[in-house]
C-alpha cells in the first residue's frame, strides 16, 4: 500500500504526486510553509490527505515555534492554521481537519508546558491520520459489495492511495473488489486538471495487477452507450447536506452520462468529506486554478498564446445523479440529507 504521508520521528515526508508516474520522489517538509506550497502546487493532493497534511503541517510548525508560553504558542497556531486554510478552497477535509487540531491546542492550554502542548498536537495529528486509514479502509470494504463479478467500473480524477491515507476511496472500493476475486476491469479517464487519472489512477491500479484501460475524459460516453460500463465511482472534496457532490472537473458529467444509461453511479468518501454548514452544492467554492495548466503540459505549449482560459478544478453533481455514497459508517441512499444527518449524529 502507499503511503503518500509519512511522519517518523518528528519528520514529516511527502510523495511529490507531480513527478508521478516517471519517478517516485519523496520530499521532506521542512516547515509549515513549505506544507503550504506542496497543497497549492498540488504535489500533495486528494480530500482525505489534504486533510492529513493541514493537521501534521500544523504540528510541524508548532514545533519550529519558540515560545514561551501556551498563550503565545496558541496564537502562533491560529496563524499557521489560517495560512494552511489558504491553500486550497475546496476539499473541505482540510477545513475541518485544522479545526480539530486548534479546538485540541485550545483544550490542551492549561494542561502543560509549551512542549507539552507541541506534542499533543503531534499525537492529534497522528490520530486523524490513523482514523482517516481506518474509515478509508472501511469504505472498500461496504463498496466491493455493490460491484458484480466480472464486469467493468469507471473512474475519474485519483480517489486512491495517494488522495488519501493509504488505502483510497473510489480505489479503494476496486482493490477490495480486486482482492476478494470480483474478476473486474477498470475504465480511468485522463482527468483534468494536471491529468491525474492517466498519472496517478493508472500508476496505482497498475502497481496492483488491477486491469485498468486510459481513456480521454470525452471517451466515457462512448463506452457507457456501448453497454460496457458497469457502474461509475468516484471520490468527493465535499459534500454538501442535501447529497449533492463536489468533486473534479467533469464528475458531473459522468453522472448525467450514467444516468442516461442506466448505470449506477457511487461517491466514495468519508464521512469528514461531509459539509452540513452547507445545505446544498450551489454554496460549494470551487476552485479555479491557473490557465496554464490548460494551455501548457510540462510547460509546452498546446494552445495559441493568450488565448482565453477557464479552468475550475470541480464540478458539482446533483444528488439526484448519486446512486449511493458509500462511507465507513455504511451505503447510503435517498433521502440523503435525512440519513447524513443521521450517520453524523452517530458519530457524534
Known amino acids: 500500500m502507499i503511503k503518500p504521508i509519512l511522519w517518523q520521528d518528528g519528520h514529516l515526508t511527502i510523495i511529490d504526486q507531480t513527478r508521478l508516474p516517471s519517478e517516485l520522489v519523496y520530499l521532506e517538509m521542512a516547515d509549515h510553509r513549505m506544507v503550504g506550497d506542496a497543497i497549492r502546487t498540488m504535489k500533495v493532493r486528494g480530500a482525505p490527505a489534504l486533510g492529513i497534511i493541514a493537521a501534521y503541517g500544523l504540528a510541524l510548525g508548532a514545533g519550529g515555534i519558540q515560545a514561551t508560553s501556551t498563550d503565545q504558542l496558541l496564537t502562533e497556531v491560529d496563524a499557521i492554521a489560517g495560512a494552511l486554510a489558504a491553500t486550497r478552497p475546496t476539499a473541505v477535509n482540510l477545513f475541518q481537519a485544522l479545526e480539530r487540531m486548534q479546538a485540541t491546542a485550545r483544550s490542551a492550554r492549561d494542561k502543560g508546558t509549551v512542549e507539552d502542548l507541541k506534542a499533543t498536537l503531534v499525537a492529534e495529528a ?8 481506518d474509515a478509508d479502509c472501511r469504505i472498500g470494504e461496504l463498496g466491493a459489495e455493490l460491484i458484480e463479478a466480472g464486469t467493468t467500473v469507471l473512474t475519474h480524477c485519483n ?3 495517494l488522495a488519501t491515507a493509504g488505502c483510497g476511496t473510489a480505489l479503494g ?3 477490495a473488489a480486486h482482492i476478494g476475486g ?11 486538471p494536471l491529468l491525474q487519472g ?3 489512477t493508472a500508476y496505482e491500479l497498475m502497481r496492483e495487477g488491477i486491469p485498468v484501460t486510459l481513456i480521454t475524459d470525452s471517451m466515457a460516453g462512448f463506452f457507457l452507450h456501448r453497454g460496457e460500463v458497469s457502474a461509475v465511482i468516484v471520490g468527493a472534496d465535499r459534500i454538501a447536506a442535501n447529497g449533492d457532490v463536489a468533486n473534479k472537473i467533469g464528475t458531473y458529467t459522468l453522472s ?9 453511479f457511487y461517491v466514495a468518501a468519508p464521512t469528514t468529506t461531509v459539509d452540513m454548514k452547507l445545505a446544498s452544492g450551489d454554496e460549494i467554492p470551487i476552485e479555479e486554478r491557473g490557465p496554464e495548466e490548460v494551455t501548457h503540459i510540462k510547460g509546452v505549449a498546446v494552445a495559441p498564446e493568450g488565448v482565453k482560459v477557464a479552468n475550475p478544478a470541480f464540478d458539482v453533481t446533483p444528488h439526484m445523479y448519486v446512486t449511493a455514497l458509500i462511507t465507513e459508517r455504511g451505503v447510503l441512499r435517498e433521502p440523503f440529507h435525512d440519513r447524513i444527518r443521521k450517520i453524523l449524529i452517530r458519530e457524534d
Open 126 to 133: 497522528q490520530r486523524i491520520d490513523e482514523e482517516n486509514l
Open 159 to 161: 480517489a486512491g492511495a
Open 173 to 175: 472500493v476496486i482493490r
Open 182 to 192: 470480483r474478476n473486474i476491469q477498470v475504465l480511468a479517464t485522463e482527468t483534468r
Open 198 to 200: 492517466a498519472r496517478l
Open 256 to 264: 448525467v452520462l450514467a444516468a442516461e444509461h442506466g448505470v449506477p
